[in-house]
């Protein structure tokens, strides 16, 4: 049920239900308005999104020895988060919302309507994210700017054309990104955050259940014996650990 869900949300570019009753949309409408209210140039939020940056860091090419290395060249740092922040993934996420099933319920309601009043509502609701997509934007081209240069040098060191090397390095950025952050990317969301139910109870927790199923998709491969062992054990260490303390520490504003 839940894989004929995904291949439905995938298919139609939308994290909307295959079966849902006119209530159902309305109630759906509602807590992603209500959400908007709530999100409207929070500080708070726009700061729980910085520690997305330690994402890209792993235990090869972009350790943190050699992340510091990409950072002490400053002038290539800042040429790569400048492509990074300027590329067409970033672009559509500042525009599209597409870092929240809530959000993007927003921007779609936005879209083709007649009801101006609600188009109206829910396009100034959507200014009101500024903070919250500028902050996510700044954290994925930051910690992806030395992922994006150290993974281009293994390219080339393995003997690929420049651009062929350029191409393939993004597109490995984009897939170390988008798994871990929050996004409302119709393969990357579940059952759960998909359903009213859970756009209800999930609101505030779509990230930690992200953290939570790639902690739990670390300890599935360590225990099927897939992938790298030390990488396993950081994933596992850092996900159901690090990431939720960290978070819900800002979260909490415990600092």
Do not use: C
């Not at 999100?39 to 510091?68: C, E, V």
């Not at 490995?172 to 798994?179: I, K, L, N, R, V």
């Not at 952050?181 to 998909?194: F, N, T, V, Y």
């Not at 999930?202 to 030390?230: I, P, S």
Request: glycine fraction near 6%.
């Amino acid at each position: 049920s839940a894989l004929e869900d995904v291949l439905y949300r995938m298919e139609h570019g939308s994290n909307k239900q295959r079966e849902s009753t006119k209530n159902e949309k309305q109630f759906s409408k509602w807590i992603a308005n209500a959400t908007g209210t709530v999100m409207f140039l929070n500080r708070r939020s726009a700061l729980t999104q910085t520690i997305s940056m330690l994402n890209f860091i792993n235990w090869g090419d972009n350790s943190p020895l050699k992340i510091a290395k990409a950072f002490g060249n400053q002038k290539q740092f800042w040429k790569d988060f400048t492509m990074l922040w300027n590329s067409p993934m970033l672009k559509q996420r500042r525009k599209g919302l597409t870092m929240d099933v809530n959000y993007e319920e927003i921007v779609n309601t936005i879209e083709g309507k007649k009801d101006k009043v609600s188009a109206a509502v829910a396009y100034m609701l959507n200014k009101g994210f500024i903070l919250t997509k500028t902050a996510d934007n700044f954290a994925i081209a930051f910690g992806g700017a030395s992922f994006y240069r150290n993974r281009l040098n293994t390219y080339l060191k393995q003997g690929m054309k420049e651009a062929e090397a350029k191409e393939k390095a993004f597109i490995d950025f984009q897939e170390a990104s988008e798994p871990t952050q929050q996004s409302s990317r119709p393969d990357l969301i579940s059952q759960q955050q998909a359903s009213p139910l859970g756009r209800f109870l999930l609101t505030f927790q779509n990230v930690t259940m992200q953290n939570n199923r790639n902690g739990k998709r670390a300890f599935l491969d360590l225990k099927n014996k897939r992938g790298d062992f030390k990488t396993n054990i950081s994933k596992i260490i850092y996900y159901f650990g690090v990431q939720n303390a960290i978070f819900l520490g800002m979260q909490q504003a415990l600092f």
